[in-house]
């Protein structure tokens, strides 16, 4: 799933930006941006968690329908010839 790889990629850069850089720019806060690219990376990868799961097949909210037909095999049912 492309989103989910591209949060964890958000979060890392803004890690990298917050914690190990310690380059300075005037006018921007180098931490303030890497906190903000994980915080942005942290709401992506939990709403792709969340569509994500909405359509798995093993989640217990949503409805499965199983429908079962049985054969029978009398003689006196008349079916009428193909």
Same mark, same amino acid.
């Given at each position: 799933?492309?989103? #989910?790889? &591209? %949060? #964890?990629?958000?979060?890392?850069?803004?890690a990298i930006l917050a914690f190990a850089v $310690?380059?300075?720019?005037? +006018?921007? %806060?180098?931490?303030?941006? +890497? !906190? *903000? &690219?994980?915080? !942005?990376?942290? /709401? +992506? #990868?939990?709403? %792709?968690?969340?569509?994500?799961? %909405? &359509?798995?097949?093993?989640? $217990?909210?949503? =409805?499965? =329908?199983?429908?079962?037909?049985?054969? /029978?095999?009398?003689?006196? *049912? =008349?079916?009428?010839?193909?």
């Amino acid at each position: 799933m492309p989103a #989910l790889g &591209f %949060s #964890l990629f958000m979060i890392a850069i803004g890690a990298i930006l917050a914690f190990a850089v $310690t380059a300075t720019v005037s +006018g921007i %806060s180098i931490s303030a941006v +890497g !906190v *903000i &690219f994980m915080i !942005v990376g942290l /709401i +992506g #990868l939990v709403m %792709s968690l969340l569509f994500w799961t %909405s &359509f798995s097949p093993f989640t $217990t909210t949503g =409805h499965r =329908h199983v429908v079962e037909e049985d054969m /029978i095999d009398d003689p006196h *049912i =008349h079916r009428p010839l193909p």
